[in-house]
Antibody, heavy 117, light 110 residues
Framework: EVRLVESGGGLVQPGESLRLSCVAS????????MNWVRQAPGKGLEWVSY????????HYADSVKGRFTISRDNAKNSLFLQMNSLRVEDTAVYYC??????????WGQGTMVTVSS | QSALTQPASVSGSPGQSITTSCTGT?????????VSWYQQHPGRAPKLILY???KRPSGVSNRFSGSKSGNTASLTISGLQAEDEADYYC??????????FGGGTKLTVL
């Protein structure tokens, strides 16, 4: 079974950092580009970041550029999102998503990040 | 990057068909054949139901279909069923490895 399982969410104060993880199973992780997509409470979806199979290319939404860093460890079938200088508006469920080149094909169950003082 | 425009809500009775829209620009929806649609039930992760404007992933019901004209894409659900009640999001490639989503449409099955 193809599966993505996120972890690392929690409650932090503005300005603090958090590192999200996503473990993949049921497919050859190293052959897929991967993304993070988030959803603020009661709001729509927002693409956050993208990483190619070999980590050659990284891309970010303007809203997180310079604060978030995406990375992966193909040997451990894992995707990461290092989030620094967190803001209240970063509060959201963060989804790890497998990219098939034409759409966001497989989604994890999400991990909640709450930024609040 | 501005979000794509979707109506906030749409409704239909069981057995009927509904069509909902997703409007962008020539830089996203109209510029690429890369519109996808996602279904999201409350408390659940989104699920891909259409990609490349009109294609269905394996296992998705053929009651779901997509089309596009200019800068507007559309999702049609035929033979509405109670289980179709959910939020539906469109998404388009917007160039330079960026993706933009619509605000979502809540489908109510009356």
């Amino acid at each position: 079974e193809v599966r993505l399982v996120e972890s690392g969410g929690g409650l932090v104060q503005p300005g603090e950092s958090l590192r999200l993880s996503c473990v993949a199973s049921g497919f050859t992780f190293s052959t897929y580009t991967m993304n993070w997509v988030r959803q603020a409470p009661g709001k729509g979806l927002e693409w956050v970041s993208y990483i190619t199979r070999s980590s050659s290319f990284l891309h970010y939404a303007d809203s997180v550029k310079g604060r978030f860093t995406i990375s992966r460890d193909n040997a451990k079938n894992s995707l990461f999102l290092q989030m620094n200088s967190l803001r209240v508006e970063d509060t959201a469920v963060y989804y790890c998503v497998r990219d098939s080149g034409f759409a966001f094909e497989i989604w994890g169950q999400g991990t909640m990040v709450t930024v609040s003082s | 990057q501005s979000a794509l425009t979707q109506p906030a809500s749409v409704s239909g009775s069981p057995g009927q068909s509904i069509t909902t829209s997703c409007t962008g620009t020539s830089s996203d929806v109209g510029g690429y054949n890369l519109v996808s649609w996602y279904q999201q039930h409350p408390g659940r992760a989104p699920k891909l139901i259409l990609y490349e404007d009109t294609k269905r992933p394996s296992g998705v019901s053929n009651r779901f279909s997509g089309s596009k004209s200019g800068n507007t894409a559309s999702l049609t659900i035929s033979g509405l069923q109670a289980e179709d009640e959910a939020d539906y999001y469109c998404c388009s490639y917007a160039g330079d490895t960026r993706w933009v989503f619509g605000g979502g449409t809540k489908l109510t099955v009356l």
